[in-house]
């Protein structure tokens, strides 16, 4: 059973939008935080958002601030991103993650103990 389970990727014209969900799949767990991550092809994942439980804490990419925004249900291990005006860039599969330790900075997939299998964004001109 997949812990986490994302939902709503999808193919979209530039400018466009998509809301992607995460949540768990069974089980919930003792979380400080979840993010959101991508990967594009032949690309390594790289950070797109996190949300810090608790203090309500969030952190975008740079390349992401200003069109996407991140929030979620800390008690229901579930995350969710906005993603508006999506650019042809912004293709990836996208993966959410739970980061179980309270130091974990959240911006590295290192922080992250539980992942989804991802979601496919694809963004067209």
């Known amino acids: 059973q997949v812990p986490l389970v994302e939902s709503g990727g999808g193919l979209v014209q530039a400018g466009g939008s998509l809301r992607l969900s995460c949540a768990a799949s069974g089980r919930t767990f003792s979380s400080y935080g979840m993010g959101w991550f991508r990967q594009a092809p032949g690309k390594e994942r790289e950070f797109v958002a996190a949300i810090r439980w608790g203090v309500g804490s969030t952190y975008y990419a740079d390349s992401v601030k200003g069109r996407f925004t991140i929030s979620g249900d800390g008690p229901r291990n579930a995350v969710y991103i906005h993603m508006n005006p999506l650019e042809p860039m912004d293709a990836a599969v996208y993966y959410c993650?739970?980061?179980?330790?309270?130091?974990?900075?959240?911006?590295?997939?290192?922080?992250?103990?539980?992942w989804g299998q991802g979601t496919q964004v694809t963004v067209v001109s």
């Open positions: 993650g739970d980061g179980l330790q309270a130091s974990s900075i959240l911006e590295f997939p290192a922080d992250y103990d539980i």
